[in-house]
């Protein structure tokens, strides 16, 4: 995780301050803007970085431009082969890729254009996948022929079944900047929940709205990637979910319960049904997740509402009737 505490300027020694600065890159032959992040020393103005300031610059420009032309990210590359229990190098095999050239994928190697096209198409429809397997049979072992009609069925009826859902919790837009290029899973978000229920006592539908804005907006600043899959409004009381009310209660392992308070006032309360998975995510979006638990656990929905308003990100949303933009995350920084 990044640290800000005070950096020297190995040219003058003195304490340099952080800054962030929209900037323009070229990645092939196409120009990306992207907000840098770096210590500048106020004597020389000399340009100094961390390795995760030049990562989440990096992802940045990746992020777009996998967006631009549908290639697949990095996790939904792993994920579609971990659902049908394939090695990388088995997974090479059956796209006609290189020996090694799956798993660089999944490391991050950005694909060419056609074979980021070839693996969207894989990945969204089970079908298509089916039709690259029937072409490797002979080269493929009848028990993993076997299973894999098994898993691409088991596949196509989950996608299906989630594929409603799905949209109408995310959106139907593709992943971008507006819900931080971040996984749009339905277990991924319950699990999250879960966890905010359990460890940051967010058990009203107002703290859950804010505390996954800041979830995720805290993610973006240190991974250049949102975790929830969520895009944000800013409305009077703060920011929430754009379809806050379907994301509670269509998803399963969530329930919602109207509560009557000693004084009177009534409040929707949530409840979990269904535990945290911590093999959902990464070693960094758990250190996430526990850093904003741990930071909104004591806090309660009013408090945390007028905080919210406070910040950069929802008054400029709010006060030009714009849907939040996670790029504005970096640029508070």
């Keep these: 995780m990044k640290k800000l505490d005070t950096v020297l300027s190995p040219a003058t020694g003195k304490p340099m301050r952080i800054v962030h600065?929209?900037?323009?890159?070229?990645?092939?032959?196409?120009?990306?803007?992207?907000?840098?992040?770096?210590?500048?020393?106020?004597?020389?103005?000399?340009?100094?970085?961390?390795?995760?300031?030049?990562?989440?610059?990096?992802?940045?420009?990746?992020?777009?431009?996998?967006?631009?032309?549908?290639?697949?990210?990095?996790?939904?590359?792993?994920?579609?082969?971990?659902?049908?229990?394939?090695?990388?190098?088995?997974m090479s095999v059956i796209m006609g890729f290189g020996d090694n050239q799956y798993r660089l994928y999944e490391n991050g190697e950005m694909p060419s254009l056609s074979n980021g096209r070839i693996l969207r198409s894989v990945i969204s429809n089970p079908e298509t996948f089916r039709s690259f397997v029937e072409a490797s049979r002979e080269q493929l072992s009848q028990k993993d022929c076997s299973a894999l009609d098994s898993a691409i069925d088991a596949k196509s009826k989950e996608c299906n079944c989630n594929r409603t859902i799905r949209e109408l919790i995310f959106g139907t837009r593709e992943r971008s900047s507006r819900n931080g290029y971040a996984p749009m899973n339905l277990e991924r978000l319950q699990s999250v929940m879960s966890y905010m229920i359990e460890n940051a006592d967010a058990l009203s539908v107002s703290k859950m709205n804010i505390i996954l804005f800041y979830l995720d907006m805290y993610s973006y600043r240190e991974r250049g990637i949102a975790i929830t899959g969520l895009s944000y409004m800013a409305v009077p009381n703060g920011p929430r979910p754009e379809h806050w009310s379907r994301a509670f209660c269509l998803m399963d392992g969530i329930e919602m319960e109207m509560t009557c308070h000693p004084d009177g006032t009534e409040e929707i309360e949530l409840k979990s049904t269904a535990p945290y998975n911590p093999e959902l995510f990464s070693d960094m979006e758990k250190e996430c997740m526990r850093a904003i638990a741990q930071k909104f656990r004591n806090i309660t929905p009013s408090a945390l509402s007028e905080l919210s308003r406070s910040d950069s990100v929802w008054k400029n949303a709010f006060s030009n009737h714009l849907p939040i933009d996670f790029t504005d995350a970096l640029l508070k920084g």
């Design 21 to 90: 600065e929209l900037r323009e890159v070229t990645f092939r032959k196409e120009t990306f803007r992207y907000v840098a992040t770096f210590w500048q020393c106020p004597d020389s103005g000399e340009e100094f970085t961390e390795g995760w300031m030049d990562e989440v610059s990096l992802s940045q420009v990746y992020n777009q431009y996998r967006a631009k032309y549908g290639i697949p990210f990095t996790d939904e590359i792993r994920r579609i082969r971990e659902d049908y229990g394939l090695s990388a190098a088995k």
